[in-house]
């Protein structure tokens, strides 16, 4: 055989999921690794593991018979990666990328060593520390390792604001002025060669902390749209090892561009490339799995994407408002597969693709307000479309 | 649960397999029956049963407990779908529908009792019957039943033609002049709403005798598209029963368009539409199954589809050319998954859209020239790219 061929994913969610939608049109083997056996990917993959993508020893055992290892989530054993990379295995990304974005306070000392521009910060130790800091208040206090989702960051003006239990070391970050949030998605292949997606911009729910509704292209100056894409890829280049790398950054009112974080995976941002780009995101890693060539970013017309979060309570998901989106043209409904619904719980998207800011505008709004993924209701309750 | 939810599917193969694709981003559950258990959708049905479609009990056990029954192939038991309509089951195609379609004779009858234009035929018993329909020669000569991608038709100018075997009923079917075969699929919803998708025009291998590229829009004149597009709806709404319904129809050099036959289900001639149009022919299966509104059948652009025909001899399959498909922009390969490649068989095929009509002619003819499968080189062989 003259490629790659099985493909093993360290974890099951819905990225995961969408990347094994698009690779089954390629008739490619995809193996996935997860500690919950109902999760998004369990079904569908070539081989479903049931196990820890944290533990050593589970990982090696997992990946021996495969040719390429990918990730969809970053929380995974890294060194079990690097012995993979020694056994001559294809990782993407890398140990080395992933060692430096798995610690908040190693990847922020990266982007300052690499001149790229990012909020104030310092490494300390414990809560109490906080007070040696008054010129980064106020800011955010984050968990160096661990964070995920909104989980692991608290607002601080002072050592009062730090709830117990929540222990360092830590990342101090100052608080940005941020007029917009920007989810910027850079590809670099495996021979150097590299893309990078129309930016996205993000509009954030106060009170989940979750990507709510996205806009391709964001609503910015062309200018400050190529300096985003310019600073994308600057940040994929510095880490230099394939992948695709999903650049979160801050425009401030003064047009200056920091990057907040980086996840060197397939990002929520980059969910509205599978209907309005001809490469998506998840295709774009299966080309480099397989070592075929980067896809085409190119993007026709606009696209939004509305976030479908659970509420109401937990139980068996069930999606109300699909005919009131179905009916408008141009809308795709992706729910993930998820066995249960939480009120927070991330449990699908809805993209929209249009010719028209304003017709887009609309859509979401319909979306908006009739979509919601609710527990189901018991069989004979009364339902209300 | 105020929609129906769980599908159940006659048939396996590569229709059925592109349906789940985009089934799963809905999250539905879909069923699959099919005798071959390597077949294209065995491991990504929700639940594969191994069986016969066209065994009446078979079906009627596979189907017992879900809310909706599609199918992916004709030859399926009729009585069985005819009984589950009669426990309230969602049957589509109807039974009444598919007993005609499964009868090129009764076929025939219909389309001339709906005044839809056709070839000149007759119905004969056997191949003696030849010689007294001088006026049909030369003619194709169709068993009525069971025919199936080129199998079961013999072009004949007298009963010397008919190799043994060859056993009737036939349809005896007046060779038409044709300057084009166009393929049209008209969608008619539940609530009969209605849409036509853009006329695809086919161009035949004739050694093959299988579609081997397809270009949409079809290069006519525009009044000739939308006699096809009214063509096509006047067929659907004739049959009057929801479903999508794959009318191929040959354009005469007098520029008069003729119905050849019609598949009530997806079909070769739109596989283009996954990645042209917002909703594809399989999305408005899912639609028409779940209850949804009928789907956007707009189309920007062009798009070509190119079949991948097996090539060689017999083995497990391989892609020759993947590289320089890949390397254009706007090129999506599918591979349906066969467990084994055989010369002439259906293995994949490519669709390429663009915004000009030269590029993608361009584009075309590299796919032609690179792309193949073939059996699957043994370990150690010397491989050429």
């Known amino acids: ?100 974005l798995q610690d908040k306070g190693l990847q922020k000392d990266f982007y300052v060593r690499h001149g790229i521009p990012t909020a104030a910060y310092a490494l300390i130790e414990s809560a109490p520390d ?27 003006t002072s050592s009062a604001n730090v709830p117990a239990g929540f222990d360092g070391p830590f990342l101090l970050e100052k608080r940005a002025d941020i007029a917009k949030e920007l989810g910027v998605i850079a590809v670099l292949g495996a021979d150097g060669s590299s893309r990078v997606y129309e930016p996205a911009e993000m509009v954030f729910d106060p009170e989940l902390n979750l990507v709510d509704v996205l806009l391709a292209p964001a609503r910015c100056e062309p200018e400050v749209i190529e300096r985003a894409k310019e600073l994308a890829l600057r940040v994929a280049k510095a880490f230099g090892s394939p992948g695709i790398y999903a650049v979160e950054m801050f425009l401030t009112p003064e047009n200056e561009l920091l990057v907040n974080e980086t996840a060197p995976r397939a990002h929520n941002s980059g969910h509205y490339t599978i209907e309005a780009c001809a490469s998506s995101q998840f295709d774009q890693l299966l080309r480099m799995y397989m070592g075929w060539p980067v896809g085409d970013v190119g993007m026709q017309g606009e696209a939004a994407m509305v976030n479908l979060v659970g509420e109401g309570g937990s139980g068996m998901p069930h999606l109300v408002g699909t005919e009131e989106i179905l009916e408008m043209p141009g809308t795709f409904i992706h729910l993930y597969g998820k066995a249960q619904t939480r009120t927070g719980r991330k449990m699908g998207h809805v993209t929209i693709i249009s010719g028209s800011r304003n017709k887009l505008e609309r859509a979401v709004a319909i979306c908006k307000a009739y979509a919601k993924v609710v527990p189901m209701p018991s069989p004979g309750a009364h339902i209300t479309k």
């Not at 661990?146 to 601080?156: E, L, N, R, S, T």
Request: net charge negative.
């Open 1 to 100: 055989m003259d490629e790659p061929r099985r493909i093993a994913l360290l974890g099951g969610g819905q990225l995961g999921r969408m990347f094994i939608e698009n690779a089954l049109r390629y008739d490619v083997e995809v193996h996935v690794l997860d500690p919950d056996p109902a999760c998004p990917c369990a079904w569908l993959a070539h081989r479903f593991t049931q196990g820890r993508f944290d533990d050593h020893d589970t990982v090696l055992r997992f990946a021996a018979d495969v040719d390429v290892v990918g990730i969809e989530i970053e929380h995974v054993n890294v060194e079990a990666l690097e012995a993979l990379e020694h056994q001559g295995k294809l990782v993407i990304p890398s140990s080395t990328t992933l060692r430096i």
């Open 130 to 156: 906080i007070e040696r800091h008054q010129e980064l208040l106020p800011a955010f206090l984050k968990t160096r390792t661990g964070g995920y989702d909104g989980k692991g960051v608290v607002p601080v």
